[in-house]
């Protein structure tokens, strides 16, 4: 008789073998080790879960490693502050809940992981899931680097239903995706089990300690250019508050008008506010998803709305990121997209700006001007406005290549949730129609959906968001003169 699958085990379509490892030489296996990278999370996190229970399975013992890349898609201060702030909770957490130790590691993760599974003579190594080209090569640098013995498996403890599970190609569209996952949902969309500290101690290599004042003060001067938020509290905790807290949580207090005022960027506070947690992996989509679904009864309309965004089309984002390399240039576009696009590469445009002008954010529309600004100075800007933003610099630069570079760019360097598969999706559905139809033909544009100053005029009230983003500008410059002030007063008494 099979005996019955053991609480702490991981779905196996969840799992996939990047490598094969030979036996060890000596028939005894060594340590597993878990490279945290796109999920740094404690709670809820399959690939943590796997990773541990393969270790006890072998009676083995365990770590878990974190790679800080010297340089990695441009990120500054404002996220490298967050995602350090949040490892440092983690890897206290870590260590005085579950006895794991946790090492850090700076520079290429192609050199410094082979290196230590070397030294500690690992032979599983579990990491969890990233579409981007980045992470990707870099895995596949890693399978060639580690010695035969060892074995590495992906774990997706990012998506609900993994990736490719979901689908094995790629999709069309938010409809072609979303009967694929709903069909699987009752299999994948389940609660975690709690994780049981590891039977073996590790004593293979001396623990580290790590100087995180030193490390965060580092990333913050070299990525000064793009400073910290104050709004947004980074770690494990602070995601959980966002969700469910009492005081301003998601689904405690804010819930109901989900679906009613999620596009009106003069109702921020209408959106869950959950991004920069998701993409740093601070918290699990999966628990987003089972808390939301318990408010199903009292808020049908909101949950269902949230459960789209949240799972079909974050889901969406990684299935395109994957299966489309080109998935960040206009050749990443369907065929009809980009052959509008270049049948009016060449049309009049009625302004054209440099990235300077846009990145000043001065251009002749206000609207467009406090929607840079709000994710400039902000870190965050809201959902709606996002596709007003990018459609924008479609129109006003010389061409959609040089848009969609402009669009990403930005992005990815100002937004706390940016470097992101939705990111990328985002700016590709904007200006390269991404996920969506052809439209009504016109100028610039082509058939790639239109939307104007005077679209958003009829949905909101354009003034008082112009209005919300100058305050918010002037609170966080107000701040910065007298952070600089006082900078001045203390060399001064010093
Ligand atoms: C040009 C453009 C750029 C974008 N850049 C990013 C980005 O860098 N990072 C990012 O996470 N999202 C991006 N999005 C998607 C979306 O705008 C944000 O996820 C959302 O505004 C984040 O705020 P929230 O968590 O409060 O949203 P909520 O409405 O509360 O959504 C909850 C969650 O659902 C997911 N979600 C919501 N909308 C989308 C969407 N359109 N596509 C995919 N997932 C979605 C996100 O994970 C989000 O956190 C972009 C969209 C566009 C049009």
């Known amino acids: 008789m099979a005996s019955a699958p053991s609480p702490m085990s991981v779905h196996f379509d969840r799992i996939r073998t990047l490598k094969e490892g030979s036996p060890h030489y000596d028939g005894k296996p060594g340590p597993v080790v878990y490279w945290m990278f796109r999920d740094q999370r404690l709670r809820d996190n399959w690939a943590l879960i796997h990773a541990v229970h393969q270790a006890n399975k072998a009676n083995v013992p365990f770590a878990v490693v974190f790679n800080l890349f010297d340089q990695f898609l441009g990120a500054k201060a404002r996220h490298l502050g967050f995602m350090l702030r949040g490892l440092r909770q983690l890897s206290l957490q870590i260590r005085n809940n579950l006895q794991i130790p946790f090492f850090l590691f700076q520079g290429e993760a192609e050199e410094t992981l082979p290196k230590f599974l070397r030294e500690c003579g690992a032979s599983l190594l579990v990491t969890d899931f990233s579409p981007l080209r980045e992470v990707r090569r870099c895995k596949e640098e890693i399978c060639k680097r580690v010695s035969n013995s060892v074995t590495i498996h992906e774990v997706d403890a990012h998506n609900i239903v993994p990736l490719w599970v979901a689908s094995d190609k790629l999709e069309y569209s938010a409809r072609t995706l979303r009967g ?205 406005m996002r596709m007003y933003w990018a459609k924008k610099i479609l129109e006003w630069t010389r061409g959609p290549e040089e848009a969609l570079e402009i669009a990403i760019y930005f992005n990815d360097k100002y937004q706390i949730d940016g470097r992101d598969p939705s990111g990328y999706v985002g700016c590709m559905w904007s200006i390269c129609g991404v996920h969506d139809q052809g439209w009504r033909e016109r100028p610039v544009f082509g058939k790639i959906r239109y939307m104007n100053y005077a679209g958003c005029k009829r949905k909101f009230d354009v003034d008082r968001y112009i209005a919300y983003v100058n305050k918010l500008v002037g609170e966080v410059r107000k701040r910065k003169a007298e952070n600089l002030l006082s900078e001045k007063d203390k060399v001064l008494r010093f």
Not at 203 to 226: F, H, N, R, Y
Not at 284 to 292: F, N, P, T
Not at 296 to 301: I, L
Not at 372 to 378: C, D, G, P, S
């Open 180 to 384: 694929k996952i709903n069909k699987r949902l009752s299999e994948y969309l389940i609660d975690f089990p709690s994780i049981e500290p590891p039977t073996r101690k590790w004593v293979i290599t001396e623990e580290q300690c790590i100087d995180w004042d030193v490390l965060i003060a580092d990333v913050l001067s070299q990525g000064a250019e793009v400073p910290e938020l104050n709004w947004c509290e980074p770690g494990e905790t602070a995601a959980m508050e966002v969700l469910m807290g009492s005081q301003n949580g998601f689904l405690t207090k804010r819930l109901k008008n989900y679906s009613i005022d999620r596009n009106n960027p003069c109702k921020p506070t209408a959106l869950s506010g959950l991004s920069p947690y998701l993409h740093f992996g601070q918290i699990s989509a999966q628990r987003c998803a089972l808390e939301a679904r318990k408010l199903r009864t009292s808020h049908p309309q909101a949950v269902d709305t949230f459960l789209e965004e949240l799972i079909v089309r974050r889901e969406l984002a990684d299935n395109f990121c994957f299966y489309q390399p080109h998935y960040d240039s206009l050749q990443g576009a369907w065929e009809w997209a980009r052959k509008t696009l270049m049948d009016h590469a060449n049309d009049k445009r009625e302004h054209i700006y440099s990235r300077e002008q846009l990145e000043k954010a001065k251009t002749a529309d206000p609207l467009w001007n406090a929607s840079q600004l709000e994710m400039v100075y902000y870190g965050k800007m809201h959902g709606f």
